[in-house]
């Protein structure tokens, strides 16, 4: 199904998404995730589920493999840092390139097979890479212990003087950990640098999705999905394609990896793992695979859940219910306890299950629904005071 758009509500998309994200510190702080470790994830992750929506949202193949390229754009910026300089643009070029050849590598291997055996391929290269990773490319990648910067790293095109401590990631000298704090409303915001910087790749990342999807390219993968046989019969090859639309994806995913380099300068081969790999999947569905909005909307509820569920304790819970009689308020802890601190997991089960079972194409569906209610009811309410006129 093709979406119906224009350029006027494309552009006002992106301005909204715009605002949405660099007003981020302020929208968020109400819900507890104001604070600069939890918007960087909202942004990179945000960046990983929207490449993954260009190969799955337009093409239907499913990668169950991604998670090696989000860790291959680590190690290249780690190795960037370490050899290179600490500033984080040519860590997260050097990233997103690295990851562009191995996908490519990868994709003209896995792209041999369509439907399940597509994804059993990409599950099992990237269970290689992740053995690899972490116990035959030791030298490389530092095995369980993880890469991570030194003192006696050469790092060439960064100048000799150290205070003796490990260097921090910086922006053209600006430190990617350096916050700025401001009081509102009686909230503190946090402005992070990192942040930002994250935010202004994210909304580039939407951009490119956005032309990407408008594209005759984007047409043409989408026919891909519709009919690929009939596609194959008209005698066009499709596979320059595909394989095009698999290394933009993992491109995405190495811009996330470096991304996870820049604001905490450690790579481990537990992020090529299949675990990381089946959560751009969930992100991708819960928000809605195929559209534009819905795999940032995915990222943020699932690591929302992740970072701000999982802190529930019994304390926290027991001020929620503090104003019902003491029995009870015992009673609703205890059972909420279940779903909150280690158990967010079942929480964020529920919340999958029930948006899958009610709403197919994810959480943009129901935006869809609600839309196309509110304009009928629109409708409805123009055509009965258009009959209550009365007749000139």
């Known amino acids: 199904m093709i979406e119906k758009t224009s350029p006027r509500a494309d552009r006002i998309l992106l301005l909204a998404f715009v605002a949405a994200v660099l007003l981020g510190p302020i929208l968020l702080a109400p819900f507890g995730a104001g604070y600069p470790d939890?918007?960087?994830?909202?942004?990179?992750?945000?960046?990983?589920?929207?490449?993954?929506?260009?190969?799955?949202?337009?093409?239907?193949?499913?990668?169950?493999?991604?998670?090696?390229?989000?860790?291959?754009?680590?190690?290249?910026?780690?190795?960037?840092?370490?050899l290179l300089s600490m500033n984080v643009v040519p860590a997260v070029i050097f990233a997103v390139i690295v990851a562009g050849l191995f996908s490519a590598v990868?994709?003209?291997?896995?792209?041999?097979?369509?439907?399940?055996?597509?994804?059993?391929?990409?599950l099992a290269f990237a269970q290689m890479s992740y053995n690899l990773a972490y116990s035959v490319l030791t030298p490389i990648t530092n095995g369980e212990t993880g890469l991570q910067i030194t003192l006696g790293d050469p790092r060439v095109l960064d100048s000799v003087a150290n205070d003796g401590g490990l260097p921090v990631t910086n922006l053209f000298g600006l430190a990617m950990n350096q916050t700025w704090e401001t009081a509102l409303l009686g909230m503190t915001l946090h402005f992070n640098t990192g942040f930002y910087f994250c935010a202004l790749l994210l909304i580039a990342a939407f951009y490119i999705s956005m032309r990407i999807f408008r594209s005759p390219f984007g047409m043409m993968l989408r026919a891909v999905k519709s009919n690929q046989n009939r596609m194959s019969y008209t005698g066009l090859n499709i596979r320059p394609y595909m394989l095009s639309a698999f290394m933009i994806s993992g491109m995405y995913a190495g811009l996330a990896g470096g991304l996870l380099a820049a604001t905490d300068p450690l790579a481990g081969a537990e992020r090529m793992q299949w675990t990381a790999s089946g959560e751009v999947v969930l992100m991708t569905i819960l928000g809605g695979a195929g559209t534009l909005i819905g795999p940032v909307l995915g990222a943020g509820i699932i690591k929302y859940a992740e970072n701000v569920f999982s802190s529930f304790n019994d304390q926290i819970l027991a001020g929620f219910f503090d104003f019902l009689p003491d029995s009870l308020a015992s009673a609703l802890v205890w059972a909420a306890s279940a779903f909150v601190g280690d158990g967010w997991q079942l929480t964020l089960g529920i919340i999958f299950m029930v948006i899958v079972t009610f709403l197919p194409g994810g959480l943009m569906e129901g935006v869809n629904r609600i839309r196309k209610w509110h304009e009928q009811r629109q409708r409805g309410n123009d055509l009965s005071s258009c009959s209550a006129k009365p007749a000139e």
């Open 38 to 82: 939890l918007l960087q994830k909202f942004a990179i992750f945000g960046i990983f589920a929207i490449g993954f929506n260009i190969l799955f949202g337009l093409t239907g193949y499913l990668s169950f493999g991604h998670a090696a390229f989000l860790g291959v754009g680590s190690y290249a910026a780690v190795w960037s840092f370490k």
């Open 106 to 122: 990868i994709g003209y291997i896995s792209l041999r097979r369509s439907g399940i055996y597509f994804s059993i391929l990409t």
